[in-house]
């Protein structure tokens, strides 16, 4: 199976909040290929950011691009009703934050929604075993998750390619996605090292030019 296309999903944390619908029209305007949505509940995570309702109204006003949304909550099932109602694409969790991770991904998938789930950077890809087959993607965190704009934890690139080469040995079409602290400098190393969707906040709004910031980072692609 060839590596799939390469996804820039623009992570909303790192957006002007009151100004959220005219940032992410901007970005995707700019080159997005996704919109990477992040919610925290400062329960599983230190930080509390935005739910359900935001989505929907990203999507009344015309927003059409895949909305990726990542669920840093505990439990899980009931946002994932509310988020597939309100219009994402793929919704993401962490295993731990599930009563039943099989059952969360296929609620998911049932609600017609990609299914995939989350691994902190301290949390073994063995996790995946049972189910690496049956999801859309699988996201590594390259920080712990709360904040944006955290340094990249190196070591990820080993667990990148051992997770890429377990992809391709069982000639699966699961995305490997990357989140946290990815910039234009180390994005050559982590496409290579497997990668093939990349989050990116900071990277992207804390840049004048998102379209510049965009391409800066589809330059340096393996
Ligand atoms: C971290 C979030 C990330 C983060 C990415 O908790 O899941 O999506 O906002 O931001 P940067 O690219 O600034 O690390
Ligand atoms: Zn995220």
């Known amino acids: 199976m060839p590596k799939q296309k390469n996804i820039i999903a623009p992570s909303i944390l790192s957006a002007d909040f009151a100004r959220l619908g ?25 930080n509390l950011t935005v739910g359900p309702m935001v989505c929907e109204s990203l999507r009344k006003n015309n927003i059409s691009c895949p909305i990726d949304v990542h669920l840093m909550v505990q439990p899980v099932d009931d946002l994932i009703k ?79 390619k051992n997770l890429r080469q377990q992809i391709d040995k069982k000639n699966l079409e699961v995305r490997l996605e990357i989140d946290g602290g990815v910039n234009s400098e180390n994005i050559f190393d982590i496409s290579s090292a497997g990668a093939d969707t990349f989050v990116a906040g900071s990277a992207i709004f804390n840049n004048e030019n998102y379209s510049n910031a965009i391409k800066n980072l589809r330059d340096n692609f393996f």
């Not at 992410?24 to 995570?45: L, Y």
């Open 22 to 46: 005219e940032e992410v029209t901007n970005v995707v305007e700019a080159g997005a290929d996704w919109i990477h949505f992040d919610v925290m509940d400062n329960h599983f995570v230190p």
């Open 82 to 160: 509310m988020f597939a109602d309100s219009g994402a694409t793929s919704i993401t969790f962490h295993p731990e934050a599930s009563n039943d991770p099989a059952k969360s991904l296929e609620l998911i998938k049932k609600l017609g929604c990609q299914p995939g789930l989350v691994l902190n950077p301290d949390i073994s890809l063995d996790v995946l075993d049972p189910y690496l087959s049956d999801i859309y993607m699988v996201l590594l965190m390259s920080v712990f998750p709360g904040f944006g704009g955290q340094k990249f934890i190196p070591n990820v690139l080993d667990k990148i």
